[in-house]
C-alpha cells in the first residue's frame, strides 16, 4: 500500500509499504477514506518529538472496516468508522474513569508511572513514535486499528467524511479543554491558538455557554478564520498590550478561563531562542506563561497544546499568587465521541468549515510542507487516498 512514511526530522514521503496484517483477535484493518495532519504531527516532523526510525505518521483518520479479528464485536466488515487518536483497553484502572490517555494496556515497551523524557509514557497512540507504542498512523490506504472493541465509532450513511472527520481528535481535544476549564454560562474565555485545536475550543466554548471568547494568534489568517467561522473576537499575540486589551475586555480581572492551543513550538524572538538554547530547552512554555497572566485571580487554565520537555523559569509565583487551577493532557476522545457526534449529528456544530486543502494522499509531503509554513492560508488539510484513483 501507499503510506506517508517518516523517514527523518523534515522528510516524510508517501512510499510503498507492506500491508497491515491482523496481529490481535480484537484488530480490525480499515481502508482510510480521509485523514488529517495534526498540529501533534509537526512536532514529530519538527523533531521535538524524536523518533528515530521510519513510521507512517497520522491519527486522525476514517474509512470502512476491510478485516476483523474473530474478537471484534463492536464493528464488522464494511462498517463506516472514525477511531480515536489514543489506543485504549477501555476497561483497565484508567479507562474505566474516562482516562484512555493513559491505558495501561496499550504502550508495552515504554509505559510506566513516572512520564520521564523517554520512558515512562503515557498509553499507546497511532503514528506518534516508538515512545507511544510504535503503531503505524492512518495517513495511507490502510491501518491497523488495535482494541477495535474500545475505539472505533460507527457513522450513519447521512454525514459525509468532513462533517465527521475531526471527532477523531480535534473536537474532542476542543471539548476537553473547555471540560477541563470548568467553562460555564457566562464566563469569558481567552484561547491561545487559532489554528485547527484553538477553532475547535473556540467551537466548544460557545455551546458551553461562554459569553465572550477572545481568540489570540499572530497570524492575520488564522485570527480571520476565527472570526469568519466562530464569531469570536480576535486580538494579536505580538502586540506589546496584548494583555491590557484582555484586562480591558474582562473588567479588568482577566478571563475566567485561558486555554492553550498553541504547545511548546509557538513563535518565539530572537532573544527567547537564545535563552533556550543557554537553558539547553526545546521550544517554549511561552504560552502557559501567557494563560497563566490573561487568566483572572483563581481561574482555570487549561492546556491542550503539547509540551515533551522541561522548562527553567516556569512562573510558578504568578500560579500560587493568583491561586490558579490548571489541567493539562491529552484529549479524553473516548470519553467524549459520543457527546461530540450527536452535537455534530444534531447540526449544532459544524467541523468541516475549517478545512482548507483537501489533496491526495501522494501529495502528503508537499501538505506538510505548507501546514507547517502557514503558506496557502493554510489551516487544516484533508488527505484523501481515493482522490489518487
Ligand atoms: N492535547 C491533545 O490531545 C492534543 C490534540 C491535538 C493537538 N494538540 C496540540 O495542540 C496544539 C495546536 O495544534 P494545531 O493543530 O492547532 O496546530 P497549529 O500549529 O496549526 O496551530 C498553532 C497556532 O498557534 C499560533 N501561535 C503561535 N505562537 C502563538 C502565541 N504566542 N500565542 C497565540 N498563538 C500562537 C500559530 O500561529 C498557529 O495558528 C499543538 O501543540 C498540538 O500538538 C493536542
Ligand atoms: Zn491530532
Ligand atoms: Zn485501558
Known amino acids: 500500500m501507499k503510506a506517508a512514511v517518516f523517514h527523518k526530522m523534515g522528510d516524510i514521503s508517501v512510499d510503498n509499504v507492506d500491508d497491515p496484517r491482523l496481529e490481535q483477535d480484537d484488530d480490525i484493518i480499515v481502508r482510510i477514506t480521509s485523514t488529517a495532519i495534526c498540529g501533534s504531527d509537526l512536532h514529530i516532523y519538527d523533531g521535538f518529538v524524536p523518533q528515530l526510525r521510519d513510521m507512517v505518521l497520522g491519527h486522525e483518520f476514517m474509512g470502512v472496516v476491510e478485516d476483523a479479528g474473530r474478537a471484534v464485536t463492536n464493528v464488522k466488515k464494511g ?24 491505558c495501561t494496556h496499550t504502550n508495552p515497551e515504554h509505559y510506566g508511572p513516572r512520564g520521564d523524557l523517554l520512558k515512562s509514557k503515557g498509553g499507546g497512540m497511532f503514528g506518534y513514535t516508538d515512545l507511544y507504542g510504535g503503531y503505524n498512523g492512518g495517513q495511507a490506504q490502510y491501518v491497523r486499528v488495535p482494541k477495535a472493541n474500545a475505539g472505533p465509532k460507527i457513522i450513519p450513511d447521512g454525514l459525509t467524511d468532513e462533517q465527521v472527520l475531526f471527532l477523531t481528535d480535534i473536537f474532542p481535544t476542543g471539548w476537553s479543554a473547555v471540560k477541563w476549564g470548568k467553562v460555564k454560562p457566562g464566563d469569558s474565555v481567552v484561547i491561545f491558538g487559532s489554528g485547527p485545536v484553538g477553532l475547535m475550543a473556540q467551537k466548544a ?8 471568547v477572545i481568540a489570540v494568534d499572530p497570524l492575520q489568517y488564522r485570527r480571520d478564520k476565527a472570526r469568519n467561522v466562530n464569531k469570536v473576537e480576535t486580538l494579536d499575540s505580538e502586540d506589546d498590550d496584548l494583555m491590557d486589551k484582555i484586562y480591558d475586555m474582562t473588567n479588568g480581572r482577566g478571563a475566567d478561563v485561558a486555554i492553550d492551543a498553541v504547545g511548546m513550538e509557538a513563535n518565539r524572538n530572537f532573544l527567547e531562542k537564545a535563552k533556550a538554547v543557554l537553558n539547553v530547552e526545546k521550544g517554549t512554555a511561552k504560552v502557559i506563561e501567557m494563560c497563566t497572566e490573561a487568566v483572572r485571580r483563581n481561574g482555570t487554565v487549561s492546556v491542550v497544546g503539547v509540551y515533551a520537555s522541561p522548562y527553567d523559569n516556569f512562573p510558578i509565583h ?40 483537501r489533496l491526495p494522499l501522494s501529495r502528503a509531503s508537499e501538505a506538510y510542507d505548507m501546514f507547517k509554513n502557514k503558506t496557502d492560508d493554510c489551516v487544516k488539510v484533508v488527505l484523501k487516498p481515493g482522490l489518487d484513483n
Open 79 to 102: 462498517d463506516r468508522i472514525v477511531v480515536p487518536f489514543t489506543i485504549a483497553c477501555g476497561h483497565c484502572f484508567f479507562c474505566s474513569q474516562g482516562f484512555h490517555p493513559s
Open 205 to 212: 466554548a460557545w455551546l458551553n455557554g461562554a459569553e465572550r
Open 318 to 357: 504568578r500560579i500560587f499568587d493568583k491561586g490558579l487551577i490548571m489541567q493539562f493532557g491529552q484529549a479524553q476522545t473516548h470519553m467524549y465521541i459520543d457527546q461530540c457526534f450527536d452535537l455534530v449529528q444534531s447540526g449544532k456544530v459544524v467541523l468541516d468549515d475549517i478545512i482548507t486543502h
